[in-house]
Structure formats: structure tokens, C-alpha cells
């Protein structure tokens, strides 16, 4: 104990000696870091004068002091408490790695008392194990959110040479590695595709063909060669495979609901199904629809090097419904928030299914809005890009406005993208969502 009290004077010695490097020391750590509250006082009042514009020295940090609290200043003797420790810490290019070392320990004792009372919550014998393991993911996650350091300030030059250096690496190698493809060719002209640390919203009503639409997206990623997790809070894994099965495998989806299925489907299925072996596309039926539990698989899967497009279907059914004291739209707020931290931490991208509300049916053109996303506010300021499925022939409409056959067509409108461009991207389905091919009658997926 003596030497982690310690390191915290040696911290605020140096912090008077060069006031300069208060800067990064306050990235890293917090007053209430200190096991000293007398020395977290003392820091405290650097931060209250830095917040101002002052330089703190020590007469400035004392007077800050007794502005703050007099009785408490009084006590403990004013700067008094630290001047006999002045001639004993003279080196002051240390001060991060004090900084460091006191939020360090200040961590291990948050997680010592984390553990110290889940475990008596675990021998108590009415608990419920999986509320439990919820509860400490939340637990863990807070405390992981209170670690997380602000970023440094980076020169404008370093930023300049990465950025040429990743368009030097496309134009020679012609990939790019922060770049999926959906497969559906117009999408991918608009906005690129996917990219990491970005969230795509897809929305769309019910029946409009939103998961099926999703799932040859994700799975179009996987056959090139992208690491894919299927998060799914509506179907079983049985069900999504069979929808799997149906679109790439040729079957017909009616035989695999309610039966009657041939000695020859059975073989297009094993055929099929022999070229699932090494794709790495994972689906998850979660127990837990917290985000947490996302999160904790998806960090798994991000260790191994595993983790490149989430897919989750979808994001009302995640959510749930609200608590006392909570709305829908608060709830929503949240989630689309965590779904955007996981992929700018984790560095990859997510695709997140939405639901409409029925406005759209109000409007005598029948064109999709923003708006038109259920719960919409946070959704329209967090996600990079936002695409919502139309379909023409639900309204009576023959032909697009381009001449094209409404039958079977499905209309993206892409209503906001970060970095590029608003448009319209087709993609034609068959009768039962089963699969997806681009206007030019090119399927991506047959020949793979």
C-alpha cells in the first residue's frame, strides 16, 4: 500500500515540475483513481485550473483547493500534505507511467470487488445462473467502457500518410481490406459496399424480404472469403438454414416446411451442404438479447481474427420491450449506439435489420422516407448508411420510371450514406426470397 501511495505523490510532484504533460496524464487517469483521497483532492484542482485556462503551480493549486472545499484543505494541512515529498521526486518524464500504473490498480480493485459480490449472489441458492452471467457481462462492460482512454491527438500529416498509404495498397494489390461487397452490384456502386467500423441499417416492412435480402448480403460476404457472425433474434438456426438450403441448394422451400421432399432434394442438400465446410460464415441464435452478450461473442471471434461483418436480425426484436421508466425509442437509442461503439472498437462492419412503421402506406407515391424507420431518431443520426426496401409491384406499379420490370423487383433506396451520394440500387428476388440477382441477370452466387 505504502508503495502505490507512493507512486501517486511521485505523480503529483512531477505534475508541478511540468505542467505540460498534465495533458496526457489526464487521459489516463481520474481523481477518484486515487487509493489517497487526500492526493485525488490535490489532482482534482489541477483539473478544475487546467478546465479554466490556468496554469496550475502550487500557490494556484492550493488557493483551488480551499475554493473547493476550505475544511477539508484545512485538515489536511493544505499543500503541506505534499511538499515534504518535493525533494524526493525530481524527475517528471515518468508521469504517465505513474498515471498508468495508479488506474491500473484502481481497475484490479474494481474488478476485485465486481467478483467479490457476484460471488455471493452465485452461492445464494435461488439465483438464476444465466441473470447472473447478464448482470456481470453488464458489470464488466461498464467497467470496460470506464477504462477506455480518450484518444491522443493525432497531427493532421500522420493522418494524411496513412490515408495515401491505403489508397497506394488498393491501386497495387486491387483489393481493399476495409471494404466488403453485398453482391447486389447497384448497392455496392452507390456506397461501396461495407466497411469497417460502419453500420449499414436495412429496413423494410413486414414480408418485404429484409432477412432474406440481409442473409445472401452476408452470405455473399463469406464466399469471398469474409469472416461473417449471424445474429439472429427472430429464427432458429433450423429455419435459417433451411432458407439456406432453399435459395442455394435449389429446393423447394414449401417441401422443406411441410415435407415431402424427394431422394433427389436430399442429395442437392448434402451436395450443398459439402460446401459449407470451410466457409466462415457463423450463425447465432442468442440466448441473451443483450447487447453485452453481442458484444462478449463477437470480442471472441475479433481474438481469432474472425470477426469482419455482424449481422443482426433485427434490431426491434433484439431490443425487447421497455422497462419501467423506459421507451421503446430509449431503448433503441441505446442499442444502435453500443452496435456502432462494437464496430468502430472491434473494426468491423455491422448490418443491422430494421422494421418500418406503416406510414409509407400513407402517402400516395408510396416512397420511402427516413422517417419511415420504427423509432427512427437515433437510427438516422448514428448510422452511416441507411437503405430501405421498396417493392413497385405492391403498388401497381408496372415499370420503374427507367423502364424496368417491377416483377419480383426490389428497390433500395439509399436515404443516407457518410461518405458518398443518395440513390436507388435494384435487385430482383424469386418467388419465395429464397435468392437475389442483379438486374443484368447476373447471380452472384452461382458460380461460386
Excluded at 225 to 254: C, K, W
Excluded at 323 to 345: H, P
Amino acid at each position: 500500500m505504502e508503495e502505490e501511495m507512493n507512486i501517486e505523490r511521485a505523480l503529483l510532484c512531477a505534475l508541478f515540475l511540468d505542467g505540460e504533460v498534465l495533458t496526457e496524464v489526464m487521459a489516463v487517469v481520474r481523481p477518484e483513481m486515487f487509493r489517497d483521497v487526500n492526493l485525488g483532492f490535490i489532482y482534482a484542482a489541477f483539473l478544475s485550473l487546467y478546465g479554466r485556462g490556468e496554469q496550475p503551480d502550487m500557490m494556484l493549486v492550493e488557493t483551488e483547493m480551499k475554493k473547493t472545499d476550505m475544511d477539508r484543505c484545512a485538515r489536511m494541512g493544505g499543500l503541506s500534505y505534499l511538499s515534504g515529498d518535493m525533494s524526493k521526486y525530481r524527475l517528471d518524464f515518468n508521469a504517465v507511467s505513474y498515471a498508468r500504473e495508479i488506474k491500473r490498480l484502481f481497475m484490479l480493485d474494481c474488478l476485485d470487488k465486481i467478483f467479490k459480490k457476484q460471488e455471493l449472489k452465485a452461492n445464494q441458492y435461488e439465483t438464476d445462473y444465466m441473470q447472473l452471467i447478464g448482470e456481470t457481462e453488464n458489470l464488466l462492460l461498464g467497467l470496460r467502457e470506464d477504462c477506455n482512454e480518450d484518444e491522443p491527438m493525432v497531427p493532421l500529416s500522420r493522418l494524411a500518410a496513412e490515408t495515401i498509404g491505403i489508397q497506394r495498397n488498393r491501386m497495387e494489390h486491387k483489393t481493399d481490406p476495409h471494404r466488403i461487397r453485398s453482391g447486389v452490384d447497384e448497392f455496392d456502386g452507390i456506397t461501396g459496399g461495407f466497411y469497417m467500423g460502419e453500420i449499414v441499417v436495412l429496413g423494410g416492412l413486414t414480408s418485404d424480404g429484409k432477412t432474406s435480402l440481409a442473409m445472401f448480403m452476408a452470405m455473399s460476404a463469406a464466399l469471398s472469403g469474409r469472416h461473417v457472425l449471424h445474429f439472429s433474434y427472430e429464427m432458429t438456426g433450423l429455419q435459417t438454414m433451411n432458407r439456406i438450403f432453399a435459395g442455394y441448394a435449389g429446393v423447394e422451400p414449401e417441401l422443406l416446411r411441410i415435407g415431402g421432399l424427394q431422394t433427389r432434394d436430399l442429395e442437392k442438400m448434402e451436395k450443398y451442404a459439402g460446401t459449407l465446410e470451410d466457409l466462415p460464415y457463423h450463425f447465432i441464435n442468442p440466448a441473451s438479447s443483450s447487447l453485452e452478450s453481442l458484444r462478449a461473442q463477437a470480442q471472441l471471434m475479433h481474438r481469432k481474427g474472425q470477426c469482419d461483418l455482424i449481422l443482426v436480425d433485427y434490431l426491434h426484436q433484439m431490443v425487447g420491450q421497455p422497462g419501467k421508466g423506459e421507451t421503446m425509442e430509449s431503448l433503441v437509442n441505446n442499442y444502435i449506439r453500443g452496435l456502432k461503439k462494437i464496430a468502430t472498437e472491434l473494426n468491423c462492419a455491422i448490418l443491422v435489420v430494421s422494421q418500418l412503421n406503416r406510414e409509407v402506406h400513407k402517402r400516395e407515391e408510396h416512397l420511402p422516407v427516413l422517417s419511415d424507420l420504427r423509432d427512427s431518431g437515433a437510427i438516422e443520426q448514428v448510422a452511416d448508411n441507411v437503405v430501405i426496401l421498396h417493392r413497385p409491384e405492391e403498388y401497381g406499379i408496372p415499370k420503374t420510371a427507367e423502364g424496368r420490370s417491377t416483377h419480383h423487383l426490389i428497390r433500395m433506396y439509399v436515404l443516407k450514406t457518410r461518405n458518398g451520394a443518395r440513390g436507388v440500387a435494384d435487385v430482383y428476388r424469386n418467388k419465395s426470397f429464397t435468392y437475389f440477382w442483379n438486374p443484368d441477370r447476373k447471380l452472384n452466387m452461382e458460380s461460386r
